[in-house]
């Protein structure tokens, strides 16, 4: 049973900086691709960043770009996003999520698994 529990979420003033994690456990697959999604306040979920383990190639949402690095531990199948010069629209809860393979992909529909998501705040 895949698992994937993130930490560092919290409450931050806009131009702060947080560092999100994600573990995963129960990994059987030899590659896989993971993820940060979001879902701001009355907001479907949106993509951010994503990251292969592979090679360690890196997709990010054009409203990250700059601000946010995806990084990963192969051998601990965690990633991190490090989020500088943080944006009141960049509150929201933000999903870790994983899938096995090599494709990045940014579809939230391709990510069989899911984390229970951490919170965000952004105060202006």
């Known amino acids: 049973q895949v698992q994937l529990v993130e930490s560092g979420g919290g409450l931050v003033q806009a131009g702060g900086s947080l560092r999100l994690s994600c573990a995963a456990s129960?990994?059987?697959?030899?590659?896989?691709?993971m993820g940060w999604f979001r879902q701001p306040p009355g907001k479907e979920r949106e993509f951010v960043a994503t990251?292969?383990?592979?090679?360690?190639?890196?997709n990010y949402a054009d409203s990250v770009k700059g601000r946010f690095t995806i990084s990963r531990d192969s051998a601990k199948n965690t990633i991190f996003l490090q989020m500088n010069s943080l944006k009141h629209e960049d509150t929201g809860v933000y999903y870790c999520?994983?899938?096995?393979?090599?494709?990045?992909?940014?579809?939230?529909?391709?990510?069989?698994?899911w984390g229970q998501g951490t919170q965000v705040t952004v105060s202006s």
């Open positions: 999520a994983a899938r096995s393979g090599y494709g990045l992909t940014t579809a939230e529909r391709l990510y069989g698994y």
């Open positions: 129960g990994i059987t697959f030899s590659s896989w691709v």
């Open positions: 990251i292969t383990k592979s090679t360690g190639s890196t």
